[in-house]
């Protein structure tokens, strides 16, 4: 095994015209040479010596700026994720819907957005109102429904509204021809019943429909439950604005555009009541 053994040399006078810092290396290149070992002997150079001397860790040094770095923007955001291909650009679609699910039949109801054109000063209006899908399917089976046979109403603004205010013992019957005022105009009669259960649990929602272009006649019923029946009435509710377009009516009101509205003296669509 090595054995270092560190010999201390005899104090050195120092001469009186020698400079402090010139005596100090000295001492300690004397002391620096000065090693022993049980088999050979070896004194390293003086400038191996002061290399060491002089090593410094600068792993300490690394470190801390890693934690300066990170001090100094503590909510810097992480990278975003890569955008899907064909997604750049293009405002995501949902598609939502809801369904009841019957012994007979079952009832698909799904909202339908409002159609706008653009005008040539940039804005946009609303061309066509929104509306509510009924999809009726009847049943192939047990809980299997034959989706190819389905049948669709679409409830209008107005439809929606009479079926929100309907109560529970009162009834309703919408009729639809698709053809109307067109060259087959009667060959499709769709009619809607909406009656009360005998035993006041709900609702018997009727569709039928009368098709001499395929020479088809038939029925579908399902029953709806007053909570089945609430469920609809709340989402009626909640969607009937965004079916008439309010929602992006209101979206696009701004305080400065209505503040420079009223200055100008603008008038849309005649005069106001409050201005007469």
Known sequence: MLRLHLLSSPATAQKPNQNPSQFLSSQLLSRARVFSTNTFGFAPSPILSRKRLSLKCR???????????T??????????????????????????????????????????????????????????????????????GVRVYDWSRKQVFSLSVTEIGSLVSLGSKESLEFFHDPFKGKSDEGKVRKVLKVEPLPDGSGHFFNLSVQNKLINLDESIYIPITRAEFAVLKSAFNFILPYILGWHAYANSIKPEDSSRANNSGLKYGGDFEWSR
């Open 59 to 69: 792993q300490s040094e690394y470190f801390d700026q890693q934690r300066t770095s």
């Open 71 to 140: 001090a100094a923007s503590p909510n810097k955001p992480s990278p975003a994720p890569p955008t899907p291909a064909g997604a750049t650009g293009m405002a995501p679609r949902f598609y939502v819907g809801h369904s009841i699910y019957k012994g007979k039949a079952a009832l698909t109801v799904e909202p339908k957005a409002p159609e706008f054109t653009p005008l040539d000063s940039g804005a946009f209006k609303l061309s066509r109102e929104g509306f509510v899908l009924l999809q009726f399917a009847p049943a192939a």
